[in-house]
């Protein structure tokens, strides 16, 4: 166990729905990162959290929103949903934004997204 | 612009033989640090090794060892005496101090071991 939760594991859903995925971070850690990974795109950043707060934007489609609430578990919420969407979702947590760049990430599990 | 690149699409080795999974890596920043991270094909990420970019020695982790060549920006991943459990995606990925401290991934390379 990484310390990082990410549920569900599994997702299967229909084109046009909505869903939510969900990530307590390793506890301590302030810094929620959200991934998506595709077959044909890789490992790409989606959006990070700090303490609550946005602290950058990656490559993430207006379809796709999160958000980091006060106990700092984090929520990505995908809309209007395409065959293309389907990925394995991964979130990952961090320390501080002080800590040096030796920092690594503790990744959860993913969620496995399929659009059908 | 590609900051993290590993061009080789798949590598086999021969069960307990060693073998290196390249990376190179393009930066301004004096601080960075570079990782490595598997995944097996169950999905999950699996952090391997750190280097920083001040870090005189090569990292070493058991099996793993870094091979750090700052001038030609490359960090590329030694793992010797492969298990078939190496069998799996590899990634490398760089952490910039300045760039929000999100981790950029390189596209990862497939590693296959025979028995």
């Known amino acids: 166990d990484s310390g990082v939760t990410q549920t569900p594991k599994h997702l299967i859903t229909a084109t046009g729905q909505r869903v939510t995925l969900r990530c307590s971070p390793r506890?301590?850690?302030?810094?929620v990162y959200w991934y998506q990974q595709s077959l044909d795109q890789g490992l790409q950043f989606l959006i990070q959290y700090y303490n609550g707060e946005e602290r950058a934007k990656g490559n993430i489609l207006e379809r796709f929103s999160a958000q980091q609430f006060p106990d700092l578990h984090s929520e990505l919420n995908l809309s209007s949903l395409e065959l293309g969407d389907s990925a394995l979702y991964f979130c990952?947590?961090?320390?501080?934004?002080?800590?040096?760049?030796?920092?690594?990430?503790?990744f959860g599990s993913g969620t496995r997204l399929t659009v059908v | 612009a590609q900051k993290i690149t590993q061009t080789q699409p798949g590598m086999f080795v021969q069960e307990k033989e060693a073998v290196t999974l390249d990376c190179t890596y393009d930066?301004?920043?004096?601080?960075?640090?570079l990782f490595w991270y598997k995944q097996p094909s169950s999905g999950e990420m699996i952090f391997l090794i750190y280097q920083g970019s001040y870090d005189e020695q090569n990292a070493t982790e058991g099996r793993y060892s870094l091979n750090f060549q700052k001038a030609r920006k490359s960090a590329n991943l030694v793992i010797s005496a492969s298990q078939l459990g190496d069998s799996a995606m590899y990634f490398c990925?760089?952490?910039?101090?300045?760039?929000?401290?999100?981790?950029?991934f390189g596209k990862g390379i497939t590693l296959s071991v025979r028995p």
């Open positions: 506890s301590g850690d302030l810094s």
């Open positions: 930066t301004s920043d004096q601080s960075y640090g």
């Open positions: 990952a947590s961090s320390g501080t934004l002080t800590t040096v760049a030796n920092y690594g990430y503790t």
């Open positions: 990925a760089m952490r910039e101090v300045l760039a929000n401290s999100k981790l950029t």
